[in-house]
């Protein structure tokens, strides 16, 4: 499975952004897909999960009420609509598939295929 996220981009505080992940394969409808994301000078840290059927998300303190995530199987696409974004939140944004356990929902072990990134940055 590839993973190719796209969206990112250069946007004020307080300012909106939807991230897409498009995947390649016939299989994305049996996988979690999430969003981590990296700052510069940290680690990748989880942002959001969605079951495979979509009735489920898991979100990051940091982001809940302001980030949804969410999948259309038909399109074999994962979205993150990203809204009050801060300067805290820039980053390189990553999709990630997988079938983690419900213990690695948040972990980056819990997801086997990644997408190559792409960068969001917030200004002040």
């Known amino acids: 499975v590839q993973l190719q996220a796209s969206g990112g981009g250069l946007v004020q505080a307080g300012d909106s952004l939807k991230l897409s992940c498009g995947t390649s394969?016939?299989?994305?409808?049996?996988?979690?897909m999430g969003w981590f994301r990296q700052a510069p000078g940290k680690e990748r840290e989880f942002v959001a999960a969605l079951s495979r059927t979509g009735g489920v998300t898991y979100y990051a303190d940091s982001v809940k009420g302001r980030f949804t995530i969410s999948r259309d199987n038909a399109k074999n696409t994962v979205y993150l609509q990203m809204n009050s974004l801060k300067p805290k939140d820039t980053a390189v944004y990553y999709c990630?598939?997988?079938?983690?356990?419900?213990?690695?929902?948040?972990?980056?072990?819990?997801?086997?295929?990644w997408g190559q990134g792409t960068l969001v940055t917030v200004s002040s």
């Open positions: 394969g016939r299989t994305f409808s049996g996988y979690t």
């Open positions: 990630a598939g997988g079938v983690p356990a419900l213990s690695a929902i948040w972990s980056l072990s819990g997801y086997r295929y």
